[in-house]
């Protein structure tokens, strides 16, 4: 059983590491993701969870782990994918349980997951945290490019 987590201040965006393979990308992908963002305007708040006790962690699994932070509407996972593509993209994946639905629709719509460049991490959980934007645009952003990574709105 994970244990369960919540951020360090109420805007920082969760990332939990689950790939622990390659410790020279791992330190590149923190140092992207603790980068400023918006043009260099805003300071980076991201609070890292970097245990091996997260290896190998699903989706599923992180999404019970963090169900208590009643504020938080994504997480984003370093894993294997993250370690092996060049970009390194993280999986962002909605905290959003099909219980909490009142449809099979509206869980669709607002669930899943999608990959984020490092940089995209911020923009996606600063856009969800003041409800913006919700996570089916998050979604269809990801959707217009190529390779289906999140870039930026």
Known sequence: MLPAVTRHGEFAALVIRTDFSEETVWQAVREELLSVWGDGDYEPHVHIVDDPVWTGATPDGVITAVSADEDLSVVFLADRTTMRDHEHPLLAVAVL???AC???EE???YGGSVRTIPAG???IH???AIA???FAD????ARTDPAEIFRSF
């Open 107 to 109: 869980f669709e719509a």
């Open 97 to 99: 349980t099909r219980d």
């Open 121 to 123: 991490i911020h923009d």
């Open 132 to 134: 913006n934007l919700d």
């Open 126 to 128: 600063a856009n969800l």
């Open 102 to 104: 009142e449809s099979d």
């Open 138 to 141: 998050v979604a269809e952003a």
